[in-house]
T-cell receptor, first 116, second 112 residues
Framework: NAGVTQTPKFRVLKTGQSMTLLCAQDMNHEYMYWYRQDPGMGLRLIHYSVGEGTTAKGEVPDGYNVSRLKKQNFLLGLESAAPSQTSVYFC???????????????FGPGTRLTVT | GNSVTQMEGPVTLSEEAFLTINCTYTATGYPSLFWYVQYPGEGLQLLLKATKADDKGSNKGFEATYRKETTSFHLEKGSVQVSDSAVYFCALRDAYGQNFVFGPGTRLSVLP
């Protein structure tokens, strides 16, 4: 049981390049989330999904797109990277609220992205 | 909307000192409450949780009690260790269950 995994762990992009971050979970969770973490800003929600084929915008969605084609995977895309997107990106997953003992989010190890 | 407020720190303590990190929240209904810990270079890990009023979550010597009357979930540990040095996040899951709200995090440094 690997939990939540993210690839890649590190990446350096030039301004204008594109990339996709992959998140995978093996806990059969319905909900998945993408956050970014910046110094002094805490965690900010980018996009989330409550099920396969559905996505929704979070607090800071501009410049990012997501897809949830399979229940276990949640992809985060940057079409044209900007230096302001330099950050650490975390994926998380959870069950719907109400499942006994399974209310919490499980986080991946993070992807450290630098845009030059 | 829902929100979480916690002391931002940094907090610096000597080993074996008593720790309190305050957390208060604003939410409608009955949210679930959590403390997560983040060690350097890692993701967030659940430290403890409470799902209803007066519940006490505990783990690894840390405790927090869900206080509905004061809308608080303060984290405490009686004797901290150097290995407890990390960033601690207070969080809630709202009554409708889709989203989580995190506090800004409190950096704790424990000196030997």
């Amino acid at each position: 049981n690997a939990g939540v995994t993210q690839t890649p762990k590190f990446r350096v992009l030039k301004t204008g390049q594109s990339m996709t971050l992959l998140c995978a979970q093996d806990m059969n969770h319905e909900y998945m989330y993408w956050y970014r973490q910046d110094p002094g800003m805490g965690l900010r929600l980018i996009h989330y999904s409550v099920g396969e084929g559905t996505t929704a915008k979070g607090e800071v969605p501009d410049g990012y797109n997501v897809s949830r084609l399979k229940k276990q995977n949640f992809l985060l895309g940057l079409e044209s990277a900007a230096p302001s997107q330099t950050s650490v990106y975390f994926c998380a997953s959870s069950s719907p609220r109400g499942k006994t003992g399974q209310n919490e989010q499980y986080f991946g190890p993070g992807t450290r992205l630098t845009v030059t | 909307g829902n929100s979480v407020t916690q002391m931002e720190g940094p907090v610096t303590l000597s080993e074996e000192a008593f720790l309190t990190i305050n957390c208060t929240y604003t939410a409608t209904g009955y949210p679930s409450l959590f403390w997560y810990v983040q060690y350097p270079g890692e993701g967030l890990q659940l430290l403890l949780k409470a799902t209803k009023a007066d519940d006490k979550g505990s783990n690894k010597g840390f405790e927090a009690t869900y206080r509905k009357e004061t809308t608080s979930f303060h984290l405490e540990k009686g004797s901290v260790q150097v290995s407890d040095s990390a960033v601690y996040f207070c969080a809630l899951r709202d009554a409708y269950g889709q989203n989580f709200v995190f506090g800004p995090g409190t950096r704790l440094s424990v000196l030997p």
